[in-house]
């Protein structure tokens, strides 16, 4: 399983950084990826790191302003978010793909996601 934590309010123009803490399966057999959805959207592709601790993807909209990076160690992954906007609002989840997915049409989709955590908030907002 997969345990995102870190959101919050924050105002525009601020930084947070979210964690997702890992179990219960081979941690280093996964990319993992970052979603957001915000109300009344679907759910888009944030990020995805590689199992090596490679930026794999970055969503067009964040572009330069997010950062992913893991810890293998402690099983953990970290998406450190700068800049933040009110477009930025939305419930982000961290999830596990299998390390054998190759390219960024995967990456990005959640269909190919084997594990998800529960979701943490961040609202953008003054």
């Known amino acids: 399983q997969l345990q995102a934590c870190g959101g919050g309010l924050v105002q525009p123009g601020g930084s947070l950084r979210l964690s997702c803490a890992a179990s219960?399966?081979?941690?280093?057999?996964?990319?993992i990826g970052w979603f957001r959805q915000a109300p009344g959207k679907e759910r888009e592709g944030v990020s995805c790191?590689?199992?090596?601790?490679?930026?794999?993807y970055y969503a067009d909209s964040v572009k330069g302003r997010f950062t992913t990076s893991r810890d293998n160690a402690k099983n953990t992954v970290y998406l450190q978010m700068k800049s933040l906007k009110p477009e930025d609002t939305a419930v982000y989840y961290c999830?596990?793909?299998?390390?054998?997915?190759?390219?960024?049409?995967?990456?990005?989709?959640?269909?190919?996601?084997?594990?998800w955590g529960q979701g943490t908030l961040v609202t953008v907002s003054s």
């Open positions: 790191i590689s199992r090596r601790d490679v930026s794999l």
């Open positions: 999830a596990a793909i299998p390390g054998y997915y190759n390219g960024s049409y995967y990456y990005a989709r959640s269909a190919f996601y084997d594990y």
């Open positions: 219960g399966f081979t941690f280093d057999d996964y990319h």
